[in-house]
């Protein structure tokens, strides 16, 4: 009998500690909004027509992508984690190019880096409110799986499997346009567009079956040989780095600014209204 009591004991704290835990958890979870209506802690904000807004703005955005390394959750729930990012299928097309002419399609991407993003500086024009953003990625890395057809520095390629590209020291400059608008007595940034330039001290890449496994000893040649002359490599590979680098940059940004006001990084921003006149401006 006291055995009995012994195992009912147990069995009602056990119950009592995963309930506990249970509590625990409904109390802390996040739950997603649409938008920010109050300004977030870790968020710095600037006054651009007041001196030393450039300093201040790189600031805030330096304090942003560390935040978006921790995790703000409702970028998550859309994009997963920031670092390591999963990227969506990448197909590319280049025909009529003296260094390669290319079809390939990359799934499955995992780009890798991010975490250690430095923002060198954060311009914001007082005209049209675009921005200029200078970003440094001391590495940066693409794995995908890979189909891909054409020729490359006129080697012949045809093959499918596992790839990597390495970009080491990578300068990024970001430029976005952006369209105010006005939702609920906020401001907010619309990003419509961007374009990237980038710059970088190496390129280190390599494609597994690139000959649908005919010759091991040619791939590792081959390989070989795209690293020696990476700068060439990287002239055939230049736009699907820039789509990848650009559509990274230009899907996190339209979630962030559509979650956090632009009130809220530059604190006298104008109404659309302001900036633009009488246009409508009440929407995206």
Not at 27 to 49: D, G, M, Q, R, W
Not at 139 to 154: P, S, V, W
Request: aromatic share 12%; net charge positive; glycine share 4%.
């Amino acid at each position: 009998m006291l055995q009995s009591s012994k195992k009912s004991s147990c069995l009602f704290r056990k119950i009592t500690f995963i309930c506990g835990l249970i509590a625990v958890n409904c109390v802390n979870e996040v739950k997603s909004v649409e938008f920010y209506t109050e300004k977030p802690a870790f968020l710095p904000s600037c006054k651009i027509y007041q001196p030393g807004f450039t300093k201040c703005s790189t600031n805030t955005v330096q304090k942003l992508i560390d935040q978006l390394v921790i995790g703000i959750p409702e970028v998550v729930k859309e994009f997963g984690t920031f670092d390591p990012m999963h990227v969506h299928d990448i197909y590319f097309k280049q025909d009529n190019n003296d260094v390669a002419t290319v079809r390939a399609n990359l799934s499955e991407v995992i780009v890798k880096g991010f975490s250690k993003t430095v923002i060198k500086e954060s311009r914001v024009s007082k005209k049209d409110f675009s921005w200029v953003t200078k970003i440094f990625l001391p590495k940066m890395r693409l794995d995908a799986k890979y189909k891909m057809e054409g020729r490359i520095l006129l080697i012949p390629l045809r093959g499918a499997g596992k790839m990597f590209i390495e970009i080491d020291n990578l300068d990024i400059i970001l430029y976005t346009k952006t369209r105010l608008y006005q939702k609920a007595g906020y401001t907010f940034d619309n990003v419509t567009a961007v374009r990237v330039d980038l710059n970088m001290t190496r390129v280190q890449t390599n494609f597994e079956n690139i000959f649908n496994g005919q010759s091991k000893e040619v791939e590792r040649s081959t390989n070989e040989f795209f690293n020696e002359n990476w700068r060439d490599f990287y002239e055939a590979l230049k736009p699907i780095i820039i789509e990848t680098v650009e559509t990274i940059l230009y899907d996190i940004m339209h979630k962030v600014f559509s979650l956090i006001p632009a009130n809220f990084f530059v604190e006298d921003i104008p109404t659309p209204e302001q900036l633009y006149g009488n246009k409508k401006s009440s929407g995206k």
